[in-house]
């Protein structure tokens, strides 16, 4: 069978052909180099590879600043709770700021009966005012003519302080109970004083209130 076509003589054809089969496998040889060599792209992706264990680094270097971090906020603490007894701005309350009232539960009772004493403090200024109003200031008394019969601070006193802010027209009251007996000779064997009238004083530090009778029967 012939397979060639044209006036030209057979090897001619044949010639051509096998040139451009040629060129095909030289194409064909190309492509697959290309397409089954390893690919440029992944190679900087390769190299990062070695990066990983890099990131891993930071953690320790975090941690090394947490062991002080502490020590600021305990600081910070400790001068914000020292701020606020520096910065009271309230004044003192002045014997002239204050009036003292002194009252028995009863003004008659029995000798050696026991009888409830109350010492009210009240801000009669126009302002707000502070005072310490703790027992070590606060005294309550029995007298006749100048001697002190019997006193809160003689026997078992309490002690304490406590700075108050007293606004204008606020009253605090503070009672003790009697117990009937003197306390002029001494806190041991104390005797119960004779029938009689006595003037009960009421004292805050170096203010005093007005006397006021209790009469015991």
Request: net charge positive; proline share 10%.
């Amino acid at each position: 069978m012939k397979l060639t076509v044209g006036p030209l003589p057979a090897g001619v054809y044949w010639r051509r052909r096998a040139i451009i089969g040629g060129a095909l496998l030289i194409v064909v040889l190309l492509l697959w180099t290309q397409c089954s060599g390893p690919d440029p792209k992944r190679t900087p992706s390769s190299a990062k590879t070695p990066a990983a264990p890099v990131s891993a680094d930071p953690t320790p270097t975090l941690q090394t600043p947490t062991t002080g971090d502490p020590v600021a906020p305990t600081s910070a603490a400790s001068s914000a709770s020292s701020a606020p007894v520096v910065t009271s701005t309230v004044p003192v309350c002045a014997d002239a700021d204050l009036s003292l009232a002194a009252s028995p539960e009863m003004p008659v009772q029995f000798r050696g009966a026991y009888l409830k004493f109350t010492l009210k403090i009240k801000n009669i200024s126009s302002r707000d005012c502070t005072r310490d109003l703790g027992a070590d200031f606060q005294e309550l008394y029995l007298q006749v003519g100048a001697l002190k019969m019997w006193s809160s601070d003689h026997c078992d006193a309490p002690h304490g302080s406590q700075p108050t802010t007293l606004k204008p027209s606020i009253e605090v009251s503070f009672s003790t109970n009697w117990n009937g007996k003197a306390s002029n000779n001494g806190c041991v064997n104390r005797e119960i004083p004779p029938a009689g009238k006595y003037e009960l004083v009421g004292r805050l530090d170096t203010k005093f209130s007005a006397p006021v009778q209790v009469q015991l029967t």
